[in-house]
Each structure stands twice: as C-alpha cells, then as structure tokens.
C-alpha cells in the first residue's frame, strides 16, 4: 500500500511538472492578444508571420516530448542543480553607483538577467526579477537561489526599465508594479506593452519598439531594439503573439549590450556590424541544453557570440539564479572561464552586486564553488 502510494505520488508529480514545462516552454498567463494595430499600420513586418513573430531563422524549440523533459526534470542530477550554501552577495552602495557622473559605464548584476546600468549618468534596469518565484504559481516554479542584493525601493530613479520579452523569468509582474514609481519608461518589444497595461502601466510610459527600431532615451543615449533567437508565451495559447528582443545601449561615449534571452545565432554579428563595438555585452549563459539548443546560449556560444559583437568585456547573465535547466548551477560558470580564456577575452563573473565597469579585468572570485577558492 505505502508502495503504491509512493508511485502514485511519483506519477503525480511528473505529470505535474509536464504540465508546467508545457506552460514554461510555450509560456506562462493564457492570453490570446497580438498587436493588431501595429502590423496593420505597417503590413510588411518582416518578423511576423501567419498571425505571429518569428525568428530571423527557422528555428526549432525543442526536440524531445515534454514527458522525456519532464522526467528528466524530476530525476536528473537533482542534487547539483541548485546550491548547497548560501550565496554570498555584496551590498550596493547605490548613492555612490547612481552619482558616478558623465562618461561613465558601469554595471551590476543583481541576479538572472536583472542588471543596473549606469550609462553616462542614466540609470537603466534590464528584465526586473525580484520575486522569488518565476511562475505563474509561487509554490510551483523555480524557487530564486539568494535574495537580491538589494531592494526595488531602494533603486533611485529610473530613466528606463527595458523588458527583453514577456517569459516569467524576463517578465515579473510583482517586479512591475513595484517598479511603476521609479521608472520613467519601460522600454519593451511590440506587444509586451499589452501586459504592463493591463496591470495598470500608463500608457505614457510603455514604448513598444520593433527589431531595429530607435528610441532616443534622451539627449545623451540612444536604445536600439534588436533580434534575437527566442519565442514568447505565458501561456499555452498565446505563444509568439508578442515578440522578443535584445537591446544596444549607445551614448556619445560608451556602448552596451543586452542580450536578454537567446540562441546563438548570425544575428550577433549583424548587431556587431552595424552597433559594435561594445565596451561590454550583457549575455546569456545558462539554462541550456540540446533538446533545446536553438533557444538557449552556452557559455562557448556566449563567448562566440561575444566576439561576433566586437566586445570588449563579457557579463555574464541568466545562470546561478534558478533552476531551469539539467545541467549543475555551477556549471555555466565554470564553462564560462574554459571558453573565454581559449578565446582570450576580457570577462568577469561577479558577484550579484559587485560594481563592475568597463576596466574591470579578471573579476573572477569563484564565490559559486568556495570550496575550489
């Protein structure tokens, strides 16, 4: 009977976790809503086809069923996909990191593919994730490793909030509203504005860009919508309804780069082409694997997509923060380190809420594996 039992709570659980990868790998809210009044106003948008975006490429999104996923989820290397220890993270003097003036580059990593930048003076947040779930369901999803090194009310004032695409991890609705005060805009893909909307964002504040589009921020920085190898969704019927981007950051003096969430793809190289060269590019690391290769960057991608924007520094982001992938937490990092010094690049992996900027050089604490320091 307690056999039984066991199996069947065993059963439950998989089925439970299919469930939810079908709603994590095709999104997450079920909304059915794409920008109508945008592609009628413009009828020859490249990227959206038969009633939703596309990639630039044919692209695949995964490769095996969501039951093979699933097991794997429950049954693979468990044990090393999350940390044993606490974290460490380094506490934000914010006053300082806000006022460090004109002709200044700077940025912290606070967490998955949350970083502040610092950018002549302008204060720019990317995908705000402080909530401790990145699920539809609190108790369900994936839990957050270490709280963020510091607080949304505690953030000055935002000049912009810049939202990569509309999955629970890059879309934090708690984050967002919490946010509304501080940020003068949120800069977002077309059709992610839907959602700030309906969670009460005044319209003022939402611009919705398409890939290659330009808002001027300002008298000093321009931020450049671009491509990405992604999808959207949160939900199991709105997937691809609105789209998924990356982003350039440029000001007289300096250049950024954040990739939000992709594959590698030739993109990369066009951006660097037309943009580049970057002081640092802000790029994906983490969540990979081959069943769902073109969606995902590793860190040996990472590196070459690096390179292909003409980077100077490499930050990595979207890795030691939630468990979303099979591969161990501490893996993308220490991958990272192999890739990048074959390559001989610039690149630092710090801590969440270390200051970095554009002469930092061998940021590398191993603070994710003390046990190897």
């Known amino acids: ?14 089925l439970l976790i299919i469930v939810f990868l079908a709603i994590i790998l095709s999104g997450c809210t079920i909304l059915n809503y794409y920008p109508k009044s945008y592609i009628d106003d413009n009828p020859k948008v490249e990227n959206f086809k038969n009633g939703e975006f596309v990639n630039a490429n044919p692209t695949e999104m995964i490769t095996e069923s969501f039951f093979k996923i699933g097991y794997k989820f429950m049954f693979e290397n468990t044990q090393l996909r999350k940390p044993n220890f606490k974290i460490p993270t380094e506490k934000i003097d914010i006053n300082s990191f806000s006022n460090l003036g ?144 990356s982003f350039v950051i440029k000001s007289k003096n300096h250049s950024i780069y954040f990739g939000g969430d992709s594959g590698y793809f030739s993109g990369y190289k066009e951006i660097g082409e037309r943009f580049g060269p970057f002081e640092i590019t802000i790029l994906p690391i983490g969540a990979y694997n081959k069943m769902w290769k073109s969606i995902h960057t590793n860190s040996e991608e990472a590196v070459k ?56 050089k061998y940021l590398i604490e191993k603070w994710w594996n003390p046990s190897k320091e």
């Open 305 to 360: 997509a690096h390179i292909d924007l003409k980077g100077d520094l490499l930050l990595p982001i979207h890795w030691g923060t939630f468990n979303l992938a099979l591969h161990s937490w501490i893996e993308p990092a220490e991958q990272l380190i192999i890739a990048a010094n074959e390559a001989k690049i610039e690149y630092v992996i710090p801590k969440a809420g270390k200051i970095v900027d554009n002469s930092t």
């Open 1 to 14: 009977m307690n056999n039984n039992r066991f199996l069947n709570f065993i059963y439950v659980k998989i």
């Open 102 to 245: 004109d002709k200044n580059l700077s940025a912290i990593w606070l967490g998955h593919s949350t970083v502040l930048i610092n950018i002549d003076g302008s204060i720019i947040l990317t995908d705000p994730m402080f909530s401790k779930w990145a699920a539809p369901i609190n108790w369900f999803g994936p839990k957050r490793f270490f709280n963020p090194p510091i607080e949304i009310e505690e953030l000055p004032i935002l000049d912009a909030v810049i939202i990569s695409h509309n999955h629970y991890d890059h879309l934090d609705k708690e984050s967002v509203l919490r946010l509304n005060g501080l940020a003068k805009k949120f800069i977002v893909p077309i059709g992610v504005g839907k959602y700030l909307q309906d969670w009460g964002i005044s319209s003022y504040k939402i611009i919705e860009k398409n890939w290659w589009e330009v808002y001027k921020l300002n008298d000093q920085i321009d931020v450049i919508t671009t491509p990405a190898q992604h999808f959207s969704g949160r939900g199991l019927f709105d997937r691809n309804k609105s789209l998924w981007a």
